[in-house]
């Protein structure tokens, strides 16, 4: 893993398992810091290695404790940016705040731009995110930005558990575009839960759009929050006839009563990506399993660090 530059991998304390995932896979050990706090709860980082003209990788998640984690990587990239660190690739698997991308009332934040404007103040020069919540957010940042996507992941995964005659189903008509990019190389079906949502976290299932009579279904988003939009479309499918339903998502926030949700809903099997760490309760419920895109983050350090093209990635 060497090229013109030494390659060194660090992480915080968001997603430590994902980070040994990915350097075991690069032949590399993960980079020696400390991230702690002190006594008042302020976060205390150092980094205990030379990064001088280091082509430096920051894994972190900015998942639940939000500020917490977001917080720890612009402290970890500010600590390697005055080590004098030759590049500084933040790679959030998770990419928080990405909600709040416009304004959608009067007096409200894009939170987005503003986390986006954190990162390359603090001294990023490059950034790597999967399955942002809206792609636009890759141009709030002035440095170069990855874009990857868990499809390959999880349609493999798909291809191992269904026939051609499963319909692919967005819970929602912002998700079509990326159901149709799967049902087309499933080969596929696609469907839609037409909704309004009278408020944030509260959805409404309206109307079911597509042939789901006596057929397996997918329900396919880039996150799965309170889990409300993901079971009321569950139970709008199989009133429809639909015989198993598998939800695939890439980000497992499940927040407030997620996991409660999907525990008790029509729901055969949750699949998710390792993006945020799975807590013991999800894992409990017997529903809940994920899969790893640690071999998708090395490959794209990899390339990044030899100089080579990652386009092919961005499937």
């Not at 790893?292 to 100089?307: F, M, T, Y």
Request: with cysteine; hydrophobic share 45%; charged share 25%.
């Amino acid at each position: 893993m060497l090229g013109k530059n030494v390659a060194k991998i660090f992480t915080g304390s968001s997603n430590r398992v994902l980070a040994e995932e990915v350097v075991t896979r690069l032949d590399l050990a993960l980079g020696r810091c400390h991230v702690g706090r002190f006594s008042d709860g302020e976060i205390n980082v150092e980094i205990n290695e030379n990064v001088r003209a280091a082509d430096v990788f920051v894994i972190q998640s900015t998942c639940a404790p939000g500020n917490e984690n977001l917080m720890e990587l612009l402290i970890m990239i500010d600590a390697l940016k005055r080590a004098s660190a030759e590049h500084i690739c933040a790679v959030i698997p998770y990419y928080g705040y990405a909600r709040q991308d416009r304004k959608v009332a009067p007096r409200t934040p894009i939170t987005a731009k503003l986390v986006a404007d954190l990162i390359a103040s603090a001294g990023a020069t490059r950034v790597i995110s999967l399955d942002m919540h809206a792609g636009q957010i890759q141009g709030f940042f002035n440095v170069p930005f990855d874009h990857l996507f868990a499809l390959p992941v999880l349609l493999n995964h798909m291809r191992d558990q269904f026939s051609s005659e499963v319909v692919i189903v967005s819970p929602d008509a912002g998700g079509v575009e990326r159901a149709r990019a799967y049902s087309k190389r499933l080969n596929a079906g696609l469907g839609m839960i037409d909704k309004r949502r009278p408020k944030a976290n509260v959805s409404e299932v309206m109307n079911v759009i597509g042939d789901v009579d006596g057929k397996d279904c997918i329900l396919l988003d880039d996150m799965i929050d309170t889990a409300g939009t993901l079971t009321a479309a569950a139970r709008a499918l199989k009133q429809r006839g639909a015989k198993r339903i598998w939800a695939y998502a890439t980000h497992p926030v499940f927040s407030g009563p997620a996991i409660e949700r999907i525990k008790e809903s029509e729901i055969d099997k949750v699949m998710v990506t390792n993006t945020i760490p799975l807590r013991d309760e999800a894992k409990a419920i017997g529903k809940i399993e994920s899969v790893s895109v640690a071999p998708l983050l090395a490959e794209a350090i990899r390339r990044i660090h030899h100089g080579d093209s990652v386009s092919s990635l961005f499937v």
